[in-house]
Nanobody, 114 residues
Framework: VQLVESGGGLVQPGGSLRLSCAAS????????MSWHRQAAGKEREWVAI????????NYADSVKGRFTISRDNAKNTVYLQMSSLKPEDTAVYYC????????WGQGTQVTVSS
């Protein structure tokens, strides 16, 4: 099982980014896929989740209405579309898969700053 995140970078407040998580060794539609983040000096926190099958989604209150998790079964990839970004969204973002064993990607840095 491998998870490879990409799409992070530097963005101004109010801007948008789309993170990608390319999976191999399993199918994302059969796993519980999540995004977590960890800011410097803070504990890791859960951000968003998409369930297996029909793909019900849920979000942390801090990102609800601004972030959207989705998946492309044909590409075996999960996405996190982030809009209206704030400086407090700055963190390393991690993709996770529960199959039910839990796997983590290496993370991608998102920095929101003017």
């Amino acid at each position: 099982v491998q998870l490879v995140e990409s799409g992070g970078g530097l963005v101004q407040p109010g801007g948008s980014l789309r993170l990608s998580c390319a999976a191999s060794g399993f199918t994302v539609s059969s796993a519980l896929m999540s995004w977590h983040r960890q800011a410097a000096g803070k504990e890791r926190e859960w951000v968003a989740i998409i369930a297996r099958g029909i793909g019900i989604t849920n979000y942390a209150d801090s990102v609800k209405g601004r972030f959207t998790i989705s998946r492309d079964n044909a590409k075996n990839t999960v996405y996190l579309q982030m809009s209206s970004l704030k400086p407090e969204d700055t963190a390393v973002y991690y993709c996770t898969a529960s199959t039910p064993d839990t796997y983590w990607g290496q993370g991608t840095q998102v920095t929101v700053s003017s």
